[in-house]
């Protein structure tokens, strides 16, 4: 499924094909009615979920609470047990990409990361992201994102260390105005008709060879498989680990 693009003038044209190749796209130099759409403006790429609506969705690494974590790198002190080997640079491969949040602290440690995005919406986003902050961010040299199915993608990639999975989970009530950025994501699945099977994607991964799967979690969550090495807690966030 593709959304038209609308452009002001010819250099947002050549952004389009010469970096996130929207060949498949229509270009457009009017607002549509009543239907999703992609914008350029403020020196980025933007979605609009539908012309009515005044939210524009918009991923930027350098600022908000992306920004904010990137700095503080070094207290990431969950996700640095949930990997291990201190020493070694891994090569990590996220099945959830999502808005990339993990996976830049990933990167930002010193690791190699191969994402897998399925919605071409997000992969368009984060690909803005990416162009807009690999001057600044030199670690996305090591990232290498693409958009298709995880497990496919998995199957025909080898030398993997680490497997994160940050599957969606329903959003409860209390925590509804913390996650804006899942109700965003799955809003764009639906939108795209692309089914979220939640615990499903762990399960599809486990029947393939792997040396070792990070499981993020909520903190009271299930455990949903009895072959459970370990788990990493927080406050709210766990890491279930399988070797």
């Known amino acids: 499924m593709t959304f038209p693009v609308f452009i002001e003038n010819d250099d947002h044209y050549q952004y389009l094909t010469d970096e996130l190749k929207f060949s498949d796209s229509e270009i457009i130099k009017t607002y549509p009615e009543h ?13 609009a979920k539908d012309s009515t609506e005044n939210k524009l969705l918009h991923v930027d690494f350098l600022k908000g609470s992306m920004g904010w974590r990137l ?24 099945g959830t990409a999502g808005f990339l949040s993990d996976t830049l602290i990933f990167l930002a440690l010193g690791h190699k990361v191969i994402a897998c995005e399925q919605s071409k919406v997000l992969f368009l986003l984060l690909s803005d992201a990416i162009n807009r902050a690999k001057i600044k961010l030199n670690f996305l040299d090591n990232l290498n994102l693409i958009h298709g199915d995880a497990l496919d993608i998995y199957k025909k990639t080898q030398n993997i260390d680490v497997i994160y999975l940050d599957p969606m989970y329903p959003i409860k009530k209390k925590n509804a105005l913390r996650s804006g950025n899942i109700s965003d994501i799955k809003s764009i699945l639906m939108l795209e008709n692309i089914e979220n099977f939640e615990d499903q994607v762990f399960f599809d991964f486990k029947k393939n060879k792997f040396k070792k799967i990070v499981l993020k979690r909520p903190i009271k969550s299930k455990i949903i498989d009895d072959g459970l090495n370990y788990q990493i807690k927080g406050k709210s966030t766990r890491f279930d680990v399988y070797i």
């Open 71 to 94: 700095k503080r790198r070094d207290h990431e002190a969950l996700l640095k047990k949930a990997l291990g080997k201190k020493n070694k640079n891994l090569i990590i491969f996220d």
């Open 35 to 47: 239907k999703p759409y992609f914008v350029f403006q403020d020196g980025g790429l933007h979605f």
